[in-house]
């Protein structure tokens, strides 16, 4: 046999045996991925734990249906990205600022504890609206995701907004898409979720004996809530579709008369938060009464 086929034959078998390698290399590599994702994922919760936040609806969310990135971000806090299942944090938010992982959560500010729970939301509504199965097997999952879906159809289809922020008084109606509509939804619980979030760590580092906080009903928190809801400042926002719009305005927000319904925040505060109940009722009571906004739409029941 010449030596120019023994050099083939040569390349051919090494060939072979690096294809052979790296076909048993790719599993290896995509497992060592899956472990840290789930190792980072458990211990995002058992951090959040640690420190009385509510953990049952993360745990839902299986580890590395997000993906975490971090940016020098500029105009907002946080970006979250459904169609790629993305969430941006603010390179602040990462250890060391270094844009590589997450900071410990107890070296974190309230305020900042409340933006990344504003964000973990996106993603807990993300994955019930990609996994209709795991959300249907969830009651707490299955009564937000259909509570939702109402709420879109006679809340948030047809809204007021406040085209200048600085001038609240002023309002223009805007009949909104189902991209903008649900958008504006999500983003006004988001916003609802932060703020408690970092408004509870703030009134009290107290914590019941199963780790959850224990002032869900106290004067101050009850306080906060109203204030917060007369002041008008629990409110959402949407991008909008139109081309046009966009260019005007990248984010349109809603008027303060579309602001969180007290239905909403007990909802929320009971399925989502991990409040009992009747202290869900009892902080939704303290809320200005007041019928939703049904321009052209229905009337939220």
Known sequence: MSCAHLEIRALILGLSVALV??????PAAATERSS????????????AQGLGLPTRFLR????????LEFEDLHAFAAEYHPEEHRMVLNRTLSFNAAGGVLKPLNTMTHRDLGTLYHELFHAYMDYLKSSPDETAADPNASRL???AGEQQQCRYQTVAITPVLQRKSATETRYLTDRESWEALNETWA????????????????RSAHG???HGGTE??????QKIDQDGDLIGYYEPEDPAERMIARKRYLA?????????????????LEEPAEQATRSAAVLERRPAPSQGGRICN
Request: proline letters at 6%; glycine letters at 8%.
């Open 220 to 225: 101050g928190w009850l306080k906060r809530l």
């Open 36 to 47: 840290a994702s789930k190792s980072v994922w458990n211990a995002l919760i058992e951090q």
């Open 21 to 26: 390698g790296l076909i048993h290399a790719v």
């Open 191 to 206: 916003v609802f979720v932060g703020w408690v979030t970092w408004t509870r760590l703030e009134l009290s580092g107290a």
């Open 212 to 214: 959850s906080r224990t």
């Open 60 to 67: 839902l969310i299986p580890p590395g249906f997000v993906t």
């Open 145 to 147: 995701l259909a509570f």
């Open 256 to 272: 303060p008369s579309h602001r969180i319904s007290p239905r909403e925040v007990a909802i929320l505060l009971e399925v989502l």
